[in-house]
């Protein structure tokens, strides 16, 4: 059994700034590709960061710059560090990792429950 636990949303005012945590537990081998993704009321969840177990990241489009995904292999936890935040961030963030349980066995996909991010004045 593996749980993903976040935290760290809350409300912040436009060109603010706040960091997302969010922690891994449970019976984990080996942890592969992390990633964090919104999804804001009426539309669907995309993609905003993704790390690699070796620390290689891509960013979605409007967030270049502004955000920093980051990892602590040793703590099994991935960050999303978010700065200049705008109103059009605001969204239930999820975590999101590949998790293998067991040597040599598949990865299989894992979501936390999500933390709301709410930029508004």
């Known amino acids: 059994q593996v749980q993903l636990v976040e935290s760290g949303g809350g409300l912040v005012q436009p060109g603010g700034s706040l960091r997302l945590s969010c922690a891994a537990f449970?019976?984990?081998?080996?942890?592969?590709?992390m990633a964090w993704y919104r999804q804001a009321p009426g539309k669907q969840r995309d993609l905003v960061a993704a790390?690699?177990?070796?620390?290689?990241?891509n960013y979605e489009d409007s967030v270049k710059g502004r955000f920093t995904i980051s990892r602590d292999n040793a703590k099994n936890t991935v960050y999303l560090q978010m700065n200049s935040l705008k109103p059009d961030d605001s969204a239930v963030y999820y975590c999101n990792a590949q998790i293998a349980t067991l040597p040599h066995a598949y990865a299989m996909n894992y979501w936390g429950q999500g933390t709301q991010v709410t930029v508004s004045s």
């Open positions: 449970g019976r984990i081998f080996s942890i592969y590709d």
């Open positions: 790390i690699t177990s070796g620390g290689n990241t």
